[in-house]
T-cell receptor
Framework: SQELEQSPQSLIVQEGKNLTINCTSS?????LYWYKQKYGEGLIFLMM?????EEKSHEKITAKLDEKKQQSSLHITASQPSHAGIYLC?????????FGEGTQLTVNP | DAGVIQSPRHEVTEMGQEVTLRCKPI?????LFWYRQTMMRGLELLIY????????DSGMPEDRFSAKMPNASFSTLKIQPSEPRDSAVYFC????????????FGPGTRLTVT
């Protein structure tokens, strides 16, 4: 089955700093989905990547899928307190979406 | 659009009682998912419906759990009898046709079984 490992598990940064979260798969990825979860709320879909080398941006968040399609990174530029939350990567595994354990991001003002 | 609606938002019950969680997916979405989230096990898919038909229920823990989707706008997840280890946040999510991995989550139901 598909296994996704996220690093780091948690991250504390000062507002304005850049940061990167990684998601590594044990198998070739045929799609990689990034979600964000705020405490006490449901997940929010951020971006989907499908092709090796693909890169997508939304506001100050950029996600990339490597050429080998086994790792994805999510980069936040000039972080803000509104970026705080848990970021999860997900990958299709049969009819289901398998999620990583998440990276908890804290942004201190 | 109102988004995925779940009720109740919080449920506290005693061990042995029946619990019913409810979900209304986004109109036009044809896939519905029930997830459970705990600190220990993270986010787990319990069951997945497509066009109201259960497609994958391999994540349902045991016979105490059952889920139904009588029509395109309503689904229930029932636990009978409930146990303390069922305490978790239960999420319902829905997705559009041909985009089943782009899921829209409800706010969740926080279940506490004492």
């Amino acid at each position: 089955s598909q296994e996704l490992e996220q690093s780091p598990q948690s991250l504390i940064v000062q507002e304005g700093k850049n940061l990167t979260i990684n998601c590594t798969s044990s198998k070739t990825l045929y799609g990689l989905y990034w979600y964000k979860q705020k405490y006490g709320e449901g997940l929010i879909f951020l971006m989907m990547l499908q092709k090796g080398g693909e890169e997508k941006s939304h506001e100050k968040i950029t996600a990339k899928l490597d050429e080998k399609k086994q790792q994805s990174s999510l980069h936040i530029t000039a972080s803000q307190p509104s970026h705080a939350g848990i970021y999860l990567c997900g990958a299709p595994s049969g009819s289901r979406l398998t999620f990583g354990e998440g990276t908890q991001l804290t942004v201190n003002p | 659009d109102a988004g995925v609606i779940q009720s109740p938002r919080h449920e506290v019950t005693e061990m042995g009682q029946e619990v019913t969680l409810r979900c209304k997916p986004i109109s036009g979405h044809n896939s519905l998912f029930w997830y459970r989230q705990t600190m220990m096990r993270g986010l787990e898919l319990l069951i997945y419906f497509n066009n109201n038909v259960p497609i994958d229920d391999s994540g349902m823990p045991e016979d105490r759990f059952s889920a139904k989707m009588p029509n395109a706008s309503f689904s229930t997840l029932k636990i009978q009898p409930s146990e303390p280890r069922d305490s978790a946040v239960y999420f319902c999510a829905s997705s559009r046709p041909l985009a089943s991995y782009e899921q829209y989550f409800g706010p969740g139901t926080r279940l506490t079984v004492t």
